[in-house]
């Protein structure tokens, strides 16, 4: 039987996880996920792992107001209240999409420059900012917070084992920063499933994922892998036109609660 063995959300775009037993979901996922970022002040381009390898010991907590605790190592905890409706907006560029959201304000600006090195502003999406999925896939009026591409993020657990066997050491399931993890499964059966359903929520599977040098980053160490694993194995045996692909992106079609232990339906 599949059943979901793990949820994870990320509060803040490539902080760190927030290991979740339950939680609902919105028109944009996870309820929380991926709805703030850190941008450069001067271009208002976003921030991750890829370039500032720090960000994986940012610890960035959602309460249930909208709101984030940050921690981070040699700093005090901050708390960073859900910008209001007279926040200034601060124009933002992520991959190709250019938007205006609110600026979570000047204290937590100097907070997380502090960490980062740099001017650096905290910025957070609304459900009515929410930029439009990468286009070519999914629906016309799908939407996504932060992510980088769609909402949802699943992997099974099959697969990660099938390639920690490959990569010759034990990998861990944070690498791959998914939402979902299915256990039950084959290696690699989510790639063949269009749609799936936990609970009372329907999901699509709209494209396979395209990983990047972020999966050659310790989760609890923030070091990269010298030996460019495992992005190294999987070039070599899932590598198709758009790159190294390692799980599924999905779509909600409703709102809905998960929790972890339910079963899982293959639809289609």
Known sequence: MLRLSALYRY??????????????????????????????????????????????????????????????????????????????????????????????????????????????????????????????????????????????????????QDLAQKVGRPLEMLRFRPNLVIEGSEAYAEDGWKRIRIGDVEFRIVKSCSRCILTTIDPQTGERSADREPLATLQKYRAQADGAMFGQNLVNDSNGRLEVGMSVEVLE
Do not use: Y
């Open 11 to 160: 509060p803040l775009k490539s902080g760190k996880v927030d290991v979740l037993q339950s939680v609902d979901l919105d028109k944009l996922g996870l309820d929380g996920d991926r709805r703030w970022m850190l941008v450069d002040e001067a271009s208002g381009r976003f921030l991750t792992q890829r370039a500032e390898a720090k960000m994986s010991q940012l610890s960035a907590l959602w309460n249930a107001q909208g709101g984030l605790t940050l921690r981070a190592p040699e700093q005090s905890a901050i708390d960073i209240a859900l910008p209001g409706d007279d926040a200034e907006l601060r124009g933002v560029t992520i991959w190709r999409d250019t938007l205006r959201v609110p600026d979570a304000g000047d204290e937590a600006a100097r907070w997380v420059s502090d960490f980062i090195g740099k001017p650096t502003r905290l910025v957070q999406v609304p459900l009515d900012r929410a930029r439009s999925t990468q286009s070519g896939f999914g629906k016309d009026d799908d939407q996504v917070a932060f992510a980088d591409g769609f909402p949802l993020l699943l992997i099974g657990e099959a697969s990660l």
